[in-house]
């Protein structure tokens, strides 16, 4: 059977499963829409948790990620994880017992005002607007690969697919439906880790074969890839580039990002008690770890791989997952020395960040590209660093149904993340914006069918970002984590924390943290890109990171300001009073 | 005589609001301390110095940084799981179903 042919069966089984779950699971009340009636189990809200929160980028893109960036890759590693250690010990149990059903909801009733809740109702749409953006691509490059449709297509596929489930469902129907999307996704993880790590250190736990030594050698595969690695003119692969405070404050940023992302703090409104909500965590976490332990370990393999299949071959002779990586634009060569060899060291093989593709084929009948040459360095290849998972199990020539499962896999991760961001966009505008502050008249019926209104009118936006893609997704995702860490996560502490926050002191945080945040990033990233390195940042924290520091003035500007301003209403101390007893 | 001798059990045998609120606290800053150093600390900026020690084929700072904080991260949430589970019975009050 063909490898095309496998990859139709596997994600068309899939697709089929999501489906016949929504069906099953339809929402008929706003209870049912918003929180899937809170009668989730702690066990099936943590892999729901854990599909949610794992997107197209911890999928596809973290482990090549990791497998450029060496030990510095340890910034998403510990940023993405450490996030739910903050979640379950300081808001998600206090938020459940709060028991409504929005982030917004509880910004709003906590602060006693309308403007508090419409900030966090736009801080909410933006960061996940952004995210799901980034969803959408992912499903674009697995359809296009794998099943050799064009892009357009695969993002339509998709969005009727997300439809079905999120406006038929609702978080009832998406529940379940990340519960299938999360076994799924693990397993096409999990089956081409373990052979990898066989093959290159015989050990069949990947955690451990990371640290293991290299078949019929007495090499660690460590020592071997940093050696490699200052061979070819890299750093060591597991030594630092970045400065400390650097790596310090991305992972502040992402740790604290993490905890304040809407779509993740809503999942934990949906376990029936407080006590589950905290077990809901450490269950999400445990899924999450499992995906993350791995990552490194497939990092490190398919550098090794990578170099080992491509370096000094003869173009004629390399490898197909070359020429087919090739062939979708994620690849490119230029044969600068004209030798008809790959040479891969470190420097950028040629001007501009990606390749430009002629129509015409060189000397070898590789695909020509237009770019100029940069001649100080001799590295000839250009690779796309999000091919690296999807593109592991051609390199290590495993069986082409694992590549069919990771194909799923991909699109599972893809979709159950855009149907969770979707989700929290729907109830923020039909709960918060029309039920909470526009229109207050509506009765639960109509309430519900904005809420599907505006699931449909989000996933149409999702989709035309995928269709064409903003050229701002990569540098807006430091954007949506910095955001929610300098203004969501503030406001959330500081309420449950802190009873003597009043109104004036929580929207001046939120919005010091905005906006300090948001220039920092748009000055950076948008307005004088050439700027962006060490030599320019304030104390050497990249943009990346700076949404730690934006946090600090939110804390900073909250407490300065409540303090001069009057006392929060004695009703809001007793609902904090309230939501800290069990 | 007897009430003294009832109030007497009582406080000790149920908690005070406040006094769960501050047993809750003082769990949190010790995790949190914890959570702190394995991450920042080990992770971070100790980093360097612990890659002299290694763990089989892990330099000991790399394999905090990629590794062994994530373990670290999941231990941390189920002792606090477990110690809230043993701070609620102590304060004695049925769990509220909400709605």
Known sequence: MSSQLLTYIFVGLSFALYIGIAIWSRASSTNEFYVAGKGVNPVANGMATAADWMSAASFISMAGLISFLGKDGAVYLMGWTGGYVLLALLLAPYLRKFGQYTVPDFIGTRYYSKTARLVAVLCLIFISFTYVAGQMRGVGIVFSRFLEVEINVGVIIGMIVVFFYAVLGGMKGITYTQVAQYCVMIFAYLVPAIFISILITGNPIPQLGFGDTLVNSSTYLLDKLDQLSVDLGFNAYTENTKSNIDIFCITAALMFGTAGLPHVIVRFFTVPKVSDARKSAGYALVFIALLYTTAPAVAAFSRVNFIESIQEKSYIDSPDWFKNWENIGLIAWQDKNEDGFINYSAGKPFEGSRPIFSNGTGTQGEREIENTPINDNSNEVYIDRDIMVLANPEIAKLPAWVMALVAAGGLAAALSTAAGLLLVISSSISHDLLKKTFMPKINERQELFYARCSAAVAILIAGLFGIYPPAFVAQVVAFAFGLAASTIFPALLLGIFSKRLNKEGAIAGMLAGLLFTASYIIYFKFLFSELDSSSYWLWGISPEGIGFLGMIINFAVAALVSSVSSKPPIEVAQMVDKIRLP | ?99
């Open chain 2, 1 to 99: 005589m007897k009430s003294s001798y009832n109030n007497f059990f009582k406080t000790n045998k149920i908690m005070s609001p406040q006094d769960y609120w501050k047993a809750n606290l003082k769990l949190l800053a010790v995790l949190l301390l914890i959570w702190f150093i394995i991450s920042f600390g080990f992770g971070i900026v100790l980093s360097d110095f612990l890659d002299q020690f290694s763990l089989g084929g892990f330099k000991l700072g790399f394999w905090f940084a990629q590794q062994g904080s994530i373990y670290g991260f999941v231990i941390l949430i189920f002792i606090y799981v477990f110690a809230m589970y043993r701070l609620e019975k102590k304060i004695n009050k049925k769990e509220e179903e909400n709605e």
